[in-house]
Structure formats: structure tokens, C-alpha cells
């Protein structure tokens, strides 16, 4: 409750009446899918996960207990929301595991991380028991996981291994600040005392964030000395103090302000860029726009190939892709652009 509280800063009284900040600060300070690996000395074992999905907004009364919204998780929906009919059991990514050697318990574990958590769970349970790796080394080991044909590769893996291939460093965290299905699953995990007593009951986790490790991407994080192509364009205005804004993203690790000079972002951002270009690609394909409520402080135009959307931050039932947008651009415009929202 300490911790919490010390988060009640003038900074963050102020920021409420910001959707761009509240919706930055939630994505980066609160957790989502849980999950808890259990084992005693006399090798009983529980792996435990719990998710929100995409949280419902609704909690029973006088339980504390919220609501998942499983419907709306897009990763368990690849083909679109509504399909399923009625009564269907949906889906879910979550795997609790149990790995038995001899009919006793030899490793316990599980992960959030959506589609990510397969990848995770295996390469653990391949170091631990083909590796002869302690839990926690399992865990800490860099991976890679395969998905919309891009191999994505934490630091530490070797890059040679992966030449030939289309890939992308990814983000390795238990929560991401854009785009919670780049974060890489972190497995937690519990190990046999009577096997490996280093790693009883060890987690061996911890937060672990991914940097720009191929060489193509590095390569590309530099420009390597031409100019970069555009991501997308932003053109944000309101009533808000310094809301006014043009913003143009590029692939090469760069963006524009109101078209000044080329001013450079890290590797996390340029990655949260291109994420968001793909989740932007079929709403701009299809000229979203959405119309502003009363009381809107910020309206957005995104252009990008041949399409644009437009949205305000108080539109109704936005796509997830457009709050990440209204995030990374305030992020971006204060850390690049040097301005106060």
C-alpha cells in the first residue's frame, strides 16, 4: 500500500484530466495475466494462471473481483470478434504446466504473455530438463518465438543462427508501455528440491527488457546514413497547452517535428512504432473515422500508404491501436520534441 500510495504525486493528480496520461500510466504500472508456481518439499505442486483478458470494466460487487473479457482478447480471435456462436467455450492462450519425471514432479510453471506463452513455456522446459539448466537460468535464457512470419529474437541469442530469416528484436517484459502482445512471456517456475536444490522454488525471473539485437535492425535504428522511410504521419490538435502537433515517424529510428529536422528515438520506441504501424495498416485501409464527444481535449489525424483515420480521445469504442497511438505520441513528443504533452 506504501508503494501505491507513493505513486499520488501532484504529477499524477494533474495528469487525470489527460486521457494520454492515464492511459499511459495504466499501461505501465498495472499488471495483467497473473500467474503463480507453487512446490513444497515434499514435491506437491500448484501452477496457477488468472487473466483479465481485456479487463471488463466490471467488478462484482463487494467481491473485488473483476471481470474478464475473454470476447474482446484479440490474439484469441485472429478472425474477428462475433464469429463464434452463442454457448461456444472460448479459447485461451493461458497453460499452466506441470512436467513430471517418473511420475514425480519435476518442474512446475506458467506465463502471461498471450500468444507468446507457448514459446516461452517450451524453450523453459527444453533448458530444464535437455539442458540440465536450474529454473532460473532457464528462465533468464535469451529466446525467440515465431509468429506472422517474423522470428523474434531477445539479446543473446545468436544472430548467425538466424541469417536468412525476416526478423525483429522484440521487448521482453511482464508489461509493456505499447502493445501488450510484444511482450515476451517470462515463465515462473518451480523446481524439484529433491532434483535440483539450487532452484527450489525459484522464480528466477524478474523484469527483462529486450534492445535493438539484430544486426538489420541495428542497422536500421542508425539509417545507416539514407533517409527513412515514413512509419506514419500524426497530426494532433486540441485545447490543451501544446497540443498542436505533426509528427512523422520514420523506419530508420527517427521522427520529425512539424518539419524540423530528423531527431533520433531508441530501439524500444522505434519497435512500439512499427507495431503500431501494423496495428494501424487495416483501420487506415478502411479511413476509419471516429466522431469526437463533448469535452474532447485532443482530436488526431494518421495518415500512412494511402489511407487515414481520425479519432478524438474521447471517442466512443476506439480500437485498441488508437489508445496506444495517443500514448506513444505524447511519449514521443516529449521525449523527441521537447514538449509538455
Known amino acids: 500500500m506504501e508503494a501505491v500510495q507513493a505513486h499520488r504525486t501532484p504529477e499524477f493528480t494533474n495528469g487525470l484530466a489527460d486521457p494520454a496520461y492515464v492511459h499511459d500510466f495504466v499501461s505501465t504500472h498495472l499488471g495483467n495475466t497473473t500467474h503463480i508456481s507453487v512446490m513444497d518439499g515434499e514435491g506437491r505442486a500448484a501452477s496457477v494462471t488468472c487473466t483479465n483478458g481485456e479487463g471488463s470494466g466490471v467488478v462484482v460487487p463487494g467481491t473485488g473481483i473483476h471481470v474478464n473479457n475473454i470476447m474482446g482478447e484479440e490474439d484469441l480471435s485472429p478472425a474477428g470478434f462475433h464469429l463464434a456462436p452463442p454457448g461456444t467455450r472460448m479459447p485461451s492462450m493461458m497453460a499452466p504446466t ?6 514425480e514432479v519435476e518442474i512446475v510453471l506458467g506465463s502471461a504473455g498471450s500468444n507468446r506463452i507457448r514459446s516461452a513455456i517450451l524453450q523453459v522446459i527444453v533448458g530444464v530438463v535437455d539442458h540440465g539448466m536450474a529454473a532460473g ?5 535469451p529466446r525467440v518465438h515465431f509468429e506472422d512470419g517474423i522470428v523474434f529474437a ?5 544472430v548467425e543462427e538466424l541469417s536468412g ?7 521482453s517484459a511482464t508489461s509493456s508501455s505499447v502493445g501488450r502482445r510484444r511482450s515476451s512471456a517470462t515463465p515462473t517456475p518451480a523446481r524439484s528440491a529433491a532434483r535440483r536444490p539450487a532452484a527450489r522454488r525459484g522464480r528466477g525471473g524478474g523484469v527483462r527488457r529486450g534492445r535493438c539485437a539484430l544486426a538489420a535492425l541495428a542497422c536500421a535504428a542508425a539509417a545507416c546514413g539514407t533517409p527513412s522511410a515514413d512509419l506514419f504521419v500524426v497530426d494532433r490538435d486540441g ?3 501544446g497540443a498542436k502537433l505533426t509528427l512523422r515517424v520514420g523506419d530508420g529510428g527517427t521522427v520529425r517535428c512539424d518539419g524540423g529536422d530528423e531527431r533520433p528515438i531508441s530501439s524500444d520506441d522505434l519497435l512500439d512504432a512499427r507495431q503500431l504501424a501494423e496495428d494501424l495498416a487495416p483501420l487506415l485501409d478502411r479511413r476509419v473515422t471516429l466522431a469526437a464527444k463533448p469535452g474532447s481535449q485532443l482530436r488526431f489525424r494518421v495518415t500512412g500508404g494511402e489511407g487515414e483515420v481520425r479519432f478524438a480521445d474521447n471517442s466512443p469504442r476506439p480500437p485498441r491501436a488508437f489508445g496506444e497511438l495517443i500514448a506513444f505520441t505524447r511519449r514521443i513528443a516529449m521525449s523527441a520534441c521537447g514538449r509538455p504533452r
Open 98 to 103: 506441470v512436467v513430471l519425471r517418473d511420475g
Open 137 to 141: 537460468e532457464a528462465v533468464n535464457a
Open 154 to 158: 531477445e539479446p543473446g541469442v545468436p
Open 165 to 171: 530469416r525476416r526478423s525483429s528484436a522484440s521487448a
Open 239 to 241: 485545447s490543451l497547452p
